[in-house]
């Protein structure tokens, strides 16, 4: 059990408060980091005893040091009754890292027991709805950075062409996957060019999460899908989150459904035009962890396949 400064005990008893009852009285605190990570978020889980008149019960929260965006992100997703976890921070308005209390989202879930077609048609839906609420608002969200060439860049230089290299000097790779070397790297050689075609689509620009890894996707109460981690928001074109969460027809379709309610639809030809860019250039960026990992994990396999799939295969509309 880690040891919690007054400033962080503080935070877990007014977010209590905020969201459980003005009256609840923080008993006890468990804390346990959970990982360090890339950065230095610090990390942490809290399970935490609460009052409420004559009552107890426990509450999970994760704290982290949170950026500015995300922070403004998560307070404005969650005032739009987006489905995003509940979170409270003093330095709402701070420019740097600064603490953030948010809610545990899937402490409870058993992942073994869920109905995995129903889940999938609530995250069409809460993926539509955080899309259609901020479409279009590039002047209210002009505190959010953009997706930009330099953005893409950083993507595929720093991301996906080391490992991309190291990997074709594996012949374990090249003997699974080899086929795929030449369609990828023809790819690879257009997709500055491509991407292009996304950053100035001015008819499909929202906000965005950018990161929709399956990570960042939990379950809450075995039902409910919720978006955490929203560090890489940006305003560009939602087209970047729809392949990564939506990859059948069924899904896809739900979605444009789903936008057409609220008057937001594009051409046949125009979407799948786009989804193609956003498929390709999501492949390549997050097959990188997994051209370490997959001869290790079986999983990181699988979505090795997935991913490079993704860069050489086409629109499944």
């Not at 374990?172 to 292009?196: H, L, M, R, S």
């Not at 109460?221 to 074109?237: H, Q």
Request: proline share 3%; aromatic share 10%; charged share 25%.
């Amino acid at each position: 059990m880690a040891l919690i400064n007054n400033n962080l005990l503080k935070l877990l008893q007014e977010t209590a408060k905020k969201y459980m009852d003005p009256k609840a009285e923080v008993l006890s605190i468990e804390s346990t980091p959970i990982s360090m990570g890339s950065q230095a978020v610090e990390l942490m889980r809290h399970s935490v005893l609460i009052k409420v008149l004559d009552e107890t019960s426990k509450l999970s929260l994760v704290s982290k040091y949170a950026t500015r965006i995300e922070r403004q992100v998560l307070t404005r997703l969650y005032s739009q009754r987006a489905s995003v976890p509940f979170s409270y921070s003093d330095g709402s308005e701070l420019d740097e890292r600064f603490l953030i209390c948010i809610q545990d989202v899937d402490y409870q879930t058993n992942y073994r027991n869920i109905n995995v077609r129903l889940l999938q048609k609530s995250e069409t839906k809460a993926l539509s709805y955080i899309h259609a609420s901020n479409f279009g608002q590039r002047r209210e969200l002009s505190w959010l950075p953009e997706v930009d060439s330099l953005h893409i860049e950083k993507m595929i230089y720093e991301r996906w062409k080391p490992q991309w290299q190291a990997a074709k000097r594996n012949e374990q790779f090249i003997d699974i996957f080899g086929d795929y070397i030449p369609f990828v790297e023809a790819v690879a050689n257009t997709i500055f060019e491509d991407i292009q075609h996304l950053i100035n689509d001015e008819s499909s620009q929202a906000l965005i999460h950018n990161d929709l890894n399956p990570g960042n996707v939990l379950v809450h109460n075995n039902t409910d899908v919720l978006f955490i981690d929203w560090e890489e928001a940006r305003y560009g074109s939602l087209f970047l989150d729809i392949p990564l969460r939506c990859g059948t027809s069924e899904q896809i379709e739900d979605y444009k459904g789903l936008l057409a309610d609220k008057s937001i639809e594009f051409s046949y030809d125009h979407f799948n035009q786009m989804y193609a860019i956003a498929s390709r250039y999501l492949g390549l960026r997050y097959m990188s962890w997994n051209l370490g990992a997959w001869t290790s994990n079986s999983h990181a396999k699988d979505d090795l396949k997935k991913y490079l799939d993704m860069v050489v295969g086409t629109s499944p509309t």
